[in-house]
């Protein structure tokens, strides 16, 4: 199975500030035959569902605020929220869907 | 409006058997593959159960391979999770999530969760 591993698990960033999730998986997530990165985030409130944010490493969902990007380099993931605001105080989770499926562990972000 | 909806949690013993019901709206159900996916209480996310959109395919987690049975009714549109020989450690909220598989050339590739249930508790215990 491919293993996906966040860091940091938890993080607290002053509102405006910019908060930075890394995700690592264990092997390349690079499908050939489509060109396209199998790597997704989603942003879980509490008591909520999951909910999607980025697929395909760097594309955002309808409607997901232009504060939240996602970029690739090899093995590694990165989600950024670019100013946080009340509202992202969230878990935030790496998916692969490169093979069957795997999340990363979580991580929390809160407001310092 | 386009939704998914699961029932049929509860409290059930050790080495029971439970089966789960996700009922989808507003959209087109037999064009989606389907997912289960699970979160214990305080943890994280862990991927349970696939199955393609015409039920061709089924995937399992090593954690439930042959305890838990993924079917699909695009009939009904209905997801189902016949759980079995249930243990402690399957106590989670189950979610079931819609994932639009792309084929090229007859070859399909997994895809992202891109809609989400409220979930349904289960909880195992005697």
């Known amino acids: 199975d491919i293993v996906m591993t966040q860091s940091p698990d938890s993080l607290a960033v002053s509102l405006g500030e910019r908060a930075t999730i890394s995700c690592k998986s264990s092997q390349s997530l690079l499908n050939n035959s489509n060109n396209k990165t199998h790597l997704a985030w989603y942003q879980q409130k509490p008591g909520q569902p999951p909910k999607l944010l980025i697929y395909?490493?760097?594309t955002r969902d309808s409607g997901v605020p232009d504060r939240f990007s996602g970029s690739a380099s090899g093995a590694d993931f990165t989600l950024t929220i670019s100013s946080l605001q009340a509202e992202d105080v969230a878990v935030y989770y790496c998916?692969?869907?490169?093979?069957?499926?795997?999340f990363g562990q979580g991580t929390k972000v809160e407001v310092k | 409006e386009v939704q998914l909806v699961e029932s049929g949690g509860g409290l059930v013993k050790p080495g029971g058997s439970l089966t789960l019901s996700c009922a989808a709206s507003?959209?087109?159900?037999?064009?989606?593959?389907m997912n289960w996916v699970r979160q214990a209480p305080g943890k994280g996310l862990e991927w349970v159960s696939s199955i393609s959109s015409g039920s061709t395919y089924m995937y399992y987690a090593d954690s439930v391979k042959g305890r838990f049975t993924v079917s699909k009714d695009n009939a009904r549109n209905s997801l189902y999770l016949r759980m079995d020989g249930l243990r402690a450690e399957d106590t989670a909220v189950y979610y079931c999530?819609?994932?639009?598989?792309?084929?090229?050339?007859?070859?399909?590739?997994?895809?992202?969760?891109?809609?989400w249930g409220r979930g349904t508790l289960v909880t195992v215990s005697s």
């Open positions: 507003g959209f087109t159900f037999d064009t989606y593959a």
């Open positions: 998916q692969q869907f490169y093979g069957t499926w795997t």
């Open positions: 395909w490493a760097s």
């Open positions: 999530a819609r994932e639009l598989r792309h084929c090229t050339a007859g070859t399909c590739s997994l895809s992202f969760f891109d809609l």
